[in-house]
């Protein structure tokens, strides 16, 4: 196979073709790569695209192996105003294995689309994607026999399930969080990411946001942008092979169109996605990619076939909504500022970056956003969305303070149930917009 990616070096001619091999990345194949070969692929990449790639680790697992994330780009060092950060991680459980392979062969095909196919020129020219392969390693190392259902290898060295391993929005998680989890949680602290998925295997589905949930629910957990998260799933269900068949695994649970709210399928604490939505202020879902969690090596070329046009169009979601800065009188950009869509608020509200940066993931429509800085009046903009995700760029809407001159502050939301606090504050009363801004405020006024 090493051949065909050799294009211009006949494989006839030995010697031109060893030249060739200098400086094109090794070829990809189709089997599973332990950790020294991730690595080895992973440098090679960045070794012969080092003006689209930026490699690095964002943290080390508890047996010390790198967690490798691999960045690609038009620039990919660092976050560039109105590009939206795009995020896959995979094998989070380290006996499902088939996100780590097929996110090795996306890697392969963007790096060697670029610049060729107009369609992946765009999107990489217009947005930044971060790719890490396996977020537990140590799993993966840890499965010795490939086991369809069931292995120790779920688990990170320590026994912990690293799904099970981020603070709650709806309980109080006791599980001590991980060297895994932890780097997971700085790093979304560190990216503006708006859209994510978390590749598992194990069922075919694609699962959203929430998974957990409090009080009485009537078995559906609902975001305030269950209507976004039901088109994400959908995006990803629909452009892959079979998924939108909803036929699932076997006599299993079966899904319509191939997706279902993570808790209508089965209530966890401490997931990612919901870790992501409320914390990160990034929409991610959960895709479930194989009923085997982890096939014979040869069966990941057709899982690469059957997700290739799926795994693209989900990138491409991250240009839905409205995108834009928050500035003072100065033109100097508010951080921390609350930018909401009226009618959709977040029980942490969703902020500015250290660039006065905010990115809405919101469908066509016409929407009210309002753009709040402490102590003075609110800014509300009537924004028409247009369907935007062609044009690799949301729709723009800036807004300025004319009165602020705004110094920037630190403030986070605490990491705490915070529909716990909701409910107990608001007395046994269903939560009602009013109760989420009153407690808001509240805890606006404490952590600042
Ligand atoms: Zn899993």
Known sequence: SMGERLWGCPLSQNVVGILCLISVAAALDFKYHHAEELEAYLKSVHA??????????IGRSVEGRNLWVLVLGRFPTHHKIGIPEFKYVANMHGDETVGREILLHLIDFLVTSYGRDPVITRLLNNTRVHIMPTMNPDGFEATKVPDCYYSRG???????DLNRNFPDAFESNNASIQPETRAVMNWIKNETFVLSANLHGGALV??????????SSKGYSRSPDDDVFIHLAKTYSFNHASMYKGTGCDNRQ???????????????????QDYNYVWGQCFEITLELSCCKYPPADQLEKFWRDNKVALIEYIKQVHLGVKGQVTDKNGDPI??????AKGRPHVCPYRTNQLG???LLLLPGTYVINATVPGFKSLLKTVEIPDTTGNFSALKQDFSFPEVSVRSRAASCPKIPLYQELEWASA?????????LVLMTVLLVIFQ
């Open 254 to 272: 079966t899904f319509p169109e191939g997706i279902t709210n993570g808790y209508s399928w089965y209530q966890l604490e401490g997931g990612m």
């Open 428 to 436: 046994a009363v269903k939560p009602t917009l009013h109760h989420i």
């Open 335 to 340: 951080p921390n500022a609350i930018v909401e």
């Open 206 to 215: 694609a699962s959203y946001t929430f998974d957990n949930v409090t009080g």
């Open 48 to 57: 012969a695209y080092p003006s689209l790639t930026h490699l690095h680790s």
């Open 154 to 160: 779920r688990y990170n060295k320590n026994g912990e």
């Open 357 to 359: 940066e905010y990115f």
